[in-house]
């Protein structure tokens, strides 16, 4: 018996094995062994308020050129969505997983065994694609949901206000309850956190109008 | 026929999952099993505990793949009570 428990690495399951089954119930507790939800809910805020600025800013590029296609607006900030949401995917797994592997070989040396079969494992290897998948959809989500006045407008919906005025309110929105949520989540008051994000929001608008 | 009923384990774990989370992941084993941790000494990054054991029938294989599997590793079995049936 004592030899199953000491048994040699070669003969263990490999680790991609245990990786498939992983359980919800086992992902909490790798949730919780590698403190992710706290670096998820940052991400999560950090790069949706990249993705919202970025694209209110493109939109605000738009709005002081005048005379574009609503199709080449459409089109424009699709493409700048997917870039951020491929930059957020990419950017995030790969230092996510350096950082992960040296922290497992680290815990590895001071155990002075192999952790192969354990949640730090299971861990190591999948944390940094949900990570990189919050860093990435968040964006992407985010700048969906500001172009879609845009969508409307160009399935023939007719909107109270102009499309493009409407998604900037849209952006200026959703980065208001990001910051009101930042707000929250630091434990300051809400009101104030929301209202200095859009202060940054209104100042790149400003920004962008004078240089337009 | 013989039951383990309890053990006594010297067990060397990394800081995470904290004590509570590593005793009641063995404790889920059973139906029956009372875990009691003793952490031992604690340095940087792991704990050295003693982890006691009961129950009316102890499924030790299960319990030293829980062990394994929340990243910790058996040293030595200090103790085993292991009462014979009849069945």
């Known amino acids: 018996m004592l030899s199953r428990w000491l048994a040699p690495l070669s003969s263990r399951k490999p680790i991609t094995r245990s990786f498939i089954m992983v359980t919800l119930q086992q992902l909490k507790t790798l949730l919780a062994i590698s403190h992710s939800e706290e670096i998820m809910r940052r991400y999560f805020v950090v790069n949706g308020f990249d993705g919202a600025l970025a694209i209110l800013g493109l939109m605000m590029g738009f709005y002081v050129s005048e005379q574009v296609e609503l199709a080449v607006v459409i089109t424009s900030c699709l493409a700048t969505a997917l870039a951020l949401g491929m930059s957020g995917i990419s950017s995030a797994y790969i230092s996510e997983a350096a950082e992960r592997r040296r922290a497992l070989m680290k815990l590895e040396e001071a155990m002075v065994t192999s952790l192969d079969e354990s949640h730090h494992a299971r861990a190591a290897m999948l944390i940094p694609w949900l990570v990189a998948l919050v860093n990435g959809m968040a964006p992407l989500i985010f700048a969906l949901i500001i172009i879609s006045p845009l969508w409307m407008a160009r399935s023939g919906l007719v909107l109270p206000v102009d499309a493009l005025p409407m998604a900037m309110g849209v952006a200026i929105s959703i980065i208001f309850l990001l910051g009101a949520f930042l707000g929250r989540v630091g434990g300051t008051f809400w009101l104030w956190s929301g209202l200095r994000s859009i202060a940054v929001a209104l100042l790149t608008v400003g920004l962008i109008y004078l240089i337009g | ?87």
């Open chain 2, 1 to 87: 026929m013989s039951r383990v009923q309890r053990v006594i384990l010297d067990v060397l774990k990394p800081h995470q999952p904290n004590v509570l989370d590593f005793a009641r992941a063995i404790a889920a084993i059973g139906d029956d099993y009372r875990v009691d941790v003793r952490v031992i000494e604690v340095d940087e990054n792991t704990e050295t505990l003693q982890v006691e054991i009961e129950g009316s029938d102890i499924d030790f294989e299960a319990v030293n793949v829980a062990i394994s599997e929340n990243g910790a590793s058996l040293h030595s079995i200090d103790v085993v009570s292991v009462a014979s049936t009849t069945e």
